[in-house]
Protein backbone atom coordinates (compact mmCIF):
# COMPACT_ATOMS: atom_id res chain seq x y z
CA UNK A 1 0.00 0.00 0.00
CA UNK A 2 1.46 3.25 -0.86
CA UNK A 3 1.78 5.62 1.90
CA UNK A 4 0.82 9.31 2.13
CA UNK A 5 2.18 12.36 3.67
CA UNK A 6 1.31 15.81 3.32
CA UNK A 7 3.19 17.74 1.20
CA UNK A 8 6.56 19.76 1.95
CA UNK A 9 5.25 22.72 -0.31
CA UNK A 10 1.90 23.83 -1.10
CA UNK A 11 0.71 26.81 -2.77
CA UNK A 12 -2.36 27.94 -0.29
CA UNK A 13 0.07 26.97 2.59
CA UNK A 14 2.37 29.68 1.39
CA UNK A 15 1.97 32.99 3.70
CA UNK A 16 0.65 35.99 2.15
CA UNK A 17 3.25 38.35 0.63
CA UNK A 18 1.10 41.30 1.79
CA UNK A 19 0.55 40.48 5.37
CA UNK A 20 3.99 41.96 6.46
CA UNK A 21 8.04 42.26 6.46
CA UNK A 22 7.76 38.57 8.07
CA UNK A 23 5.24 36.67 5.95
CA UNK A 24 7.14 38.32 2.85
CA UNK A 25 10.67 37.23 4.14
CA UNK A 26 9.32 33.64 4.52
CA UNK A 27 8.05 33.86 1.18
CA UNK A 28 11.20 34.97 -0.20
CA UNK A 29 12.98 32.19 1.06
CA UNK A 30 10.92 29.62 0.33
CA UNK A 31 11.66 30.29 -3.01
CA UNK A 32 14.64 30.75 -3.24
CA UNK A 33 15.09 27.66 -1.49
CA UNK A 34 12.69 25.89 -4.52
CA UNK A 35 15.40 27.64 -7.06
CA UNK A 36 18.01 26.33 -5.57
CA UNK A 37 16.38 22.59 -5.79
CA UNK A 38 15.59 22.86 -9.33
CA UNK A 39 19.23 23.75 -9.64
CA UNK A 40 20.77 20.92 -8.10
CA UNK A 41 17.69 18.90 -9.67
CA UNK A 42 18.47 20.39 -13.17
CA UNK A 43 22.17 19.44 -12.79
CA UNK A 44 21.23 15.72 -11.74
CA UNK A 45 18.80 15.42 -14.61
CA UNK A 46 21.62 16.22 -17.21
CA UNK A 47 23.89 13.24 -15.96
CA UNK A 48 25.65 11.98 -17.49
CA UNK A 49 27.07 13.99 -20.46
CA UNK A 50 25.02 16.98 -20.59
CA UNK A 51 21.47 14.90 -20.90
CA UNK A 52 18.91 17.11 -22.84
CA UNK A 53 15.39 16.76 -20.42
CA UNK A 54 11.64 17.99 -20.23
CA UNK A 55 10.02 20.12 -17.52
CA UNK A 56 7.79 17.47 -16.49
CA UNK A 57 11.74 15.19 -16.21
CA UNK A 58 13.01 18.38 -14.08
CA UNK A 59 9.70 18.52 -12.07
CA UNK A 60 9.93 15.04 -10.97
CA UNK A 61 13.60 15.88 -10.27
CA UNK A 62 12.92 18.73 -8.15
CA UNK A 63 10.73 16.11 -6.67
CA UNK A 64 13.14 13.72 -5.66
CA UNK A 65 15.80 16.78 -4.70
CA UNK A 66 13.16 18.42 -1.64
CA UNK A 67 11.85 14.48 -0.58
CA UNK A 68 14.99 13.58 2.66
CA UNK A 69 12.87 10.34 2.59
CA UNK A 70 14.98 8.68 -0.53
CA UNK A 71 18.29 8.60 1.79
CA UNK A 72 16.30 6.25 4.30
CA UNK A 73 14.81 3.28 3.66
CA UNK A 74 16.04 4.12 -0.33
CA UNK A 75 15.67 0.04 -1.13
CA UNK A 76 12.42 -0.40 0.05
CA UNK A 77 9.59 -0.97 -2.73
CA UNK A 78 7.31 1.58 -2.92
CA UNK A 79 5.62 4.81 -4.62
CA UNK A 80 4.23 8.00 -2.99
CA UNK A 81 2.43 11.46 -4.22
CA UNK A 82 4.90 14.33 -5.71
CA UNK A 83 6.19 15.98 -2.94
CA UNK A 84 6.01 19.80 -4.97
CA UNK A 85 2.59 20.75 -6.82
CA UNK A 86 2.96 21.36 -10.14
CA UNK A 87 1.58 24.93 -9.62
CA UNK A 88 4.25 25.73 -7.71
CA UNK A 89 7.12 24.39 -9.31
CA UNK A 90 5.66 26.15 -12.69
CA UNK A 91 5.80 29.51 -10.87
CA UNK A 92 9.19 29.07 -9.23
CA UNK A 93 10.35 27.78 -12.77
CA UNK A 94 9.22 31.05 -14.66
CA UNK A 95 10.79 33.23 -12.32
CA UNK A 96 13.76 31.64 -12.77
CA UNK A 97 13.27 31.50 -16.61
CA UNK A 98 12.91 28.31 -18.32
CA UNK A 99 15.82 29.82 -20.92
CA UNK A 100 18.29 29.59 -18.13
CA UNK A 101 18.12 26.31 -17.12
CA UNK A 102 20.65 24.02 -18.91
CA UNK A 103 19.37 21.31 -20.93
CA UNK A 104 15.70 22.13 -20.40
CA UNK A 105 14.22 21.52 -24.01
CA UNK A 106 11.54 23.84 -25.12
CA UNK A 107 8.30 23.66 -24.71
CA UNK A 108 6.66 22.41 -27.78
CA UNK A 109 4.85 24.63 -30.17
CA UNK A 110 0.79 23.69 -28.73
CA UNK A 111 -1.16 24.98 -32.48
CA UNK A 112 1.82 23.11 -34.26
CA UNK A 113 0.61 20.14 -36.62
CA UNK A 114 1.61 16.95 -36.27
CA UNK A 115 5.09 16.57 -38.09
CA UNK A 116 4.65 14.86 -41.56
CA UNK A 117 5.58 11.40 -42.16
CA UNK A 118 8.71 10.56 -44.17
CA UNK A 119 8.96 12.58 -47.71
CA UNK A 120 12.42 10.19 -48.43
CA UNK A 121 10.88 8.01 -51.32
CA UNK A 122 13.68 5.11 -50.59
CA UNK A 123 13.47 5.43 -46.82
CA UNK A 124 11.42 2.33 -46.46
CA UNK A 125 13.16 0.02 -49.34
CA UNK A 126 15.43 -1.54 -46.60
CA UNK A 127 14.73 -3.53 -43.58
CA UNK A 128 14.15 -1.89 -40.49
CA UNK A 129 15.07 -4.69 -37.50
CA UNK A 130 13.58 -2.10 -34.54
CA UNK A 131 11.10 0.78 -34.31
CA UNK A 132 10.30 2.34 -30.90
CA UNK A 133 6.85 3.94 -30.35
CA UNK A 134 6.33 6.41 -27.12
CA UNK A 135 3.20 7.12 -25.44
CA UNK A 136 4.18 10.16 -24.21
CA UNK A 137 5.63 12.71 -26.77
CA UNK A 138 7.40 14.84 -24.78
CA UNK A 139 9.49 11.63 -24.20
CA UNK A 140 10.08 11.15 -27.89
CA UNK A 141 11.14 14.47 -28.09
CA UNK A 142 13.75 13.97 -25.20
CA UNK A 143 14.84 10.70 -26.40
CA UNK A 144 15.90 11.77 -30.37
CA UNK A 145 17.21 15.45 -28.60
CA UNK A 146 19.47 12.37 -27.36
CA UNK A 147 20.10 10.95 -30.42
CA UNK A 148 19.10 7.77 -28.81
CA UNK A 149 17.55 7.23 -32.56
CA UNK A 150 21.20 7.00 -33.53
CA UNK A 151 23.00 4.67 -31.15
CA UNK A 152 20.01 2.25 -31.38
CA UNK A 153 19.91 2.54 -34.61
CA UNK A 154 15.89 2.65 -34.15
CA UNK A 155 13.33 4.66 -34.78
CA UNK A 156 11.56 6.64 -32.31
CA UNK A 157 7.96 7.67 -33.02
CA UNK A 158 5.11 8.84 -31.13
CA UNK A 159 1.43 6.79 -30.97
CA UNK A 160 -0.04 9.52 -32.67
CA UNK A 161 2.69 9.22 -35.69
CA UNK A 162 2.95 5.74 -35.33
CA UNK A 163 -1.05 4.60 -35.64
CA UNK A 164 -2.46 3.53 -38.00
CA UNK A 165 0.66 1.80 -39.02
CA UNK A 166 1.71 2.97 -42.86
CA UNK A 167 2.04 -0.01 -44.86
CA UNK A 168 5.67 0.67 -46.14
CA UNK A 169 6.64 1.10 -42.25
CA UNK A 170 4.87 -2.52 -41.74
CA UNK A 171 6.94 -3.92 -45.29
CA UNK A 172 10.14 -2.66 -44.18
CA UNK A 173 10.01 -4.24 -40.68
CA UNK A 174 8.71 -7.36 -42.20
CA UNK A 175 11.52 -7.11 -44.35
CA UNK A 176 13.78 -7.36 -41.31
CA UNK A 177 13.19 -10.96 -40.99
CA UNK A 178 13.11 -10.87 -37.12
CA UNK A 179 11.79 -7.20 -36.16
CA UNK A 180 11.11 -5.81 -32.52
CA UNK A 181 8.21 -3.21 -32.41
CA UNK A 182 8.95 -1.49 -28.57
CA UNK A 183 6.37 0.05 -26.73
CA UNK A 184 7.27 2.57 -24.47
CA UNK A 185 4.52 3.57 -21.44
CA UNK A 186 3.42 4.67 -18.80
CA UNK A 187 2.01 2.75 -15.55
CA UNK A 188 -1.49 3.44 -15.92
CA UNK A 189 -4.01 0.88 -17.52
CA UNK A 190 -4.10 3.12 -20.56
CA UNK A 191 -0.20 2.46 -21.34
CA UNK A 192 -0.11 -0.87 -19.92
CA UNK A 193 -3.09 -1.49 -22.62
CA UNK A 194 -0.81 0.32 -25.77
CA UNK A 195 0.95 -2.85 -26.39
CA UNK A 196 -2.11 -4.31 -27.40
CA UNK A 197 -3.49 -1.64 -29.36
CA UNK A 198 0.28 -1.56 -31.20
CA UNK A 199 -0.08 -5.39 -32.09
CA UNK A 200 -3.76 -4.93 -33.42
CA UNK A 201 -2.67 -1.86 -35.61
CA UNK A 202 -0.15 -4.12 -37.08
CA UNK A 203 -1.93 -7.08 -38.05
CA UNK A 204 -0.60 -10.48 -38.66
CA UNK A 205 2.78 -9.63 -40.11
CA UNK A 206 4.97 -12.85 -40.25
CA UNK A 207 8.20 -12.25 -38.21
CA UNK A 208 7.50 -9.19 -36.04
CA UNK A 209 7.70 -8.96 -32.45
CA UNK A 210 5.92 -6.37 -30.52
CA UNK A 211 7.43 -6.25 -27.17
CA UNK A 212 6.48 -3.40 -24.04
CA UNK A 213 9.61 -1.33 -22.83
CA UNK A 214 6.86 0.62 -20.18
CA UNK A 215 6.63 0.66 -16.45
CA UNK A 216 4.31 -1.61 -14.78
CA UNK A 217 3.17 -1.05 -10.87
CA UNK A 218 5.89 -2.99 -9.38
CA UNK A 219 8.53 -1.10 -11.80
CA UNK A 220 7.08 2.40 -10.64
CA UNK A 221 7.38 0.85 -7.15
CA UNK A 222 11.15 -0.60 -7.37
CA UNK A 223 12.03 2.80 -8.65
CA UNK A 224 10.14 4.71 -5.86
CA UNK A 225 8.94 6.57 -8.56
CA UNK A 226 6.13 9.60 -7.62
CA UNK A 227 2.70 8.47 -8.62
CA UNK A 228 -0.13 10.21 -9.27
CA UNK A 229 -4.03 9.52 -9.17
CA UNK A 230 -7.11 9.91 -11.52
CA UNK A 231 -10.28 9.03 -12.14
CA UNK A 232 -10.45 4.93 -13.22
CA UNK A 233 -12.45 3.19 -15.79
CA UNK A 234 -14.22 0.36 -15.69
CA UNK A 235 -13.47 -1.24 -19.32
CA UNK A 236 -9.86 -0.13 -18.70
CA UNK A 237 -9.36 -2.33 -15.92
CA UNK A 238 -11.21 -5.64 -17.37
CA UNK A 239 -8.74 -4.92 -20.34
CA UNK A 240 -5.54 -5.29 -18.22
CA UNK A 241 -3.06 -8.72 -19.38
CA UNK A 242 -3.31 -11.25 -17.00
CA UNK A 243 0.64 -11.06 -16.35
CA UNK A 244 -0.18 -8.64 -13.81
CA UNK A 245 0.03 -9.18 -10.02
CA UNK A 246 -3.19 -8.80 -8.07
CA UNK A 247 -1.22 -6.37 -5.96
CA UNK A 248 -0.46 -4.36 -9.33
CA UNK A 249 -4.59 -4.88 -10.39
CA UNK A 250 -5.18 -3.43 -6.87
CA UNK A 251 -2.87 -0.50 -6.89
CA UNK A 252 -4.15 0.61 -10.75
CA UNK A 253 -7.75 0.23 -9.59
CA UNK A 254 -7.07 2.79 -6.55
CA UNK A 255 -6.46 5.24 -9.74
CA UNK A 256 -3.03 5.52 -9.30
CA UNK A 257 -0.63 5.59 -12.10
CA UNK A 258 3.51 6.90 -12.56
CA UNK A 259 4.78 8.29 -15.96
CA UNK A 260 8.00 7.15 -17.95
CA UNK A 261 8.82 11.01 -16.82
CA UNK A 262 9.09 10.26 -13.83
CA UNK A 263 11.80 7.81 -14.41
CA UNK A 264 15.99 9.65 -13.90
CA UNK A 265 16.57 10.75 -17.68
CA UNK A 266 19.99 8.73 -17.45
CA UNK A 267 18.21 5.53 -16.13
CA UNK A 268 15.74 6.07 -19.01
CA UNK A 269 18.36 6.78 -21.60
CA UNK A 270 20.67 3.87 -20.52
CA UNK A 271 17.37 1.53 -20.29
CA UNK A 272 16.05 2.11 -23.78
CA UNK A 273 19.68 1.99 -25.06
CA UNK A 274 20.15 -1.35 -23.30
CA UNK A 275 16.66 -3.02 -24.06
CA UNK A 276 16.53 -2.09 -27.79
CA UNK A 277 20.27 -2.88 -28.72
CA UNK A 278 19.96 -6.29 -27.12
CA UNK A 279 22.00 -7.96 -24.80
CA UNK A 280 25.91 -6.73 -24.64
CA UNK A 281 28.63 -9.23 -26.51
CA UNK A 282 31.08 -10.47 -23.89
CA UNK A 283 34.43 -9.40 -24.65
CA UNK A 284 37.45 -11.27 -24.43
CA UNK A 285 39.74 -10.46 -21.20
CA UNK A 286 42.64 -11.48 -19.48
CA UNK A 287 40.78 -12.82 -16.90
CA UNK A 288 38.66 -14.42 -19.39
CA UNK A 289 41.62 -16.23 -20.82
CA UNK A 290 42.57 -17.54 -18.28
CA UNK A 291 39.34 -19.06 -17.11
CA UNK A 292 39.24 -20.99 -20.55
CA UNK A 293 42.72 -21.83 -20.05
CA UNK A 294 42.02 -24.05 -16.53
CA UNK A 295 39.14 -25.77 -18.45
CA UNK A 296 41.38 -26.47 -21.36
CA UNK A 297 43.23 -29.74 -21.38
CA UNK A 298 46.81 -31.29 -22.84
CA UNK A 299 44.87 -32.80 -25.95
CA UNK A 300 42.02 -30.23 -26.55
CA UNK A 301 41.58 -29.29 -29.64
CA UNK A 302 42.01 -25.42 -30.50
CA UNK A 303 38.76 -23.56 -31.32
CA UNK A 304 38.39 -22.03 -34.48
CA UNK A 305 36.83 -19.12 -32.66
CA UNK A 306 39.39 -18.31 -30.85
CA UNK A 307 37.65 -18.69 -27.55
CA UNK A 308 39.85 -21.49 -26.27
Known sequence: MTPRRPPLIRAHALPDP?????????????DAA??????????????????RFTERQLYFETCRVLDPALTVLSRVPRTARPYLRLSSFTRALDA?????VPGLLPSPPGAAPAPARTSEPDLHDYGLPR???????????????NHVHLEAACPVLTVADALPFDPRLTTALERADGATVYVLHDASPRGIAL???????????????????????????AMRLPA??????REELAALPGTLRPQETAWLAQ???AEVAAVPPGWLVRGVLRLTRGPRVTRASVWTGLRDLRTTGFLSWPDPTGRA
Open 131 to 145: LLVCQDHAIARMLLA
Open 195 to 221: RGRVRASLGPVPGVRVSSLGLVPRHAQ
Open 96 to 100: RGRDT
Open 255 to 257: GRF
Open 34 to 51: LRAAIDTAAARAAEPGGL
Open 18 to 30: SGGPGPRLLVRAL
Open 228 to 233: GRGPVR
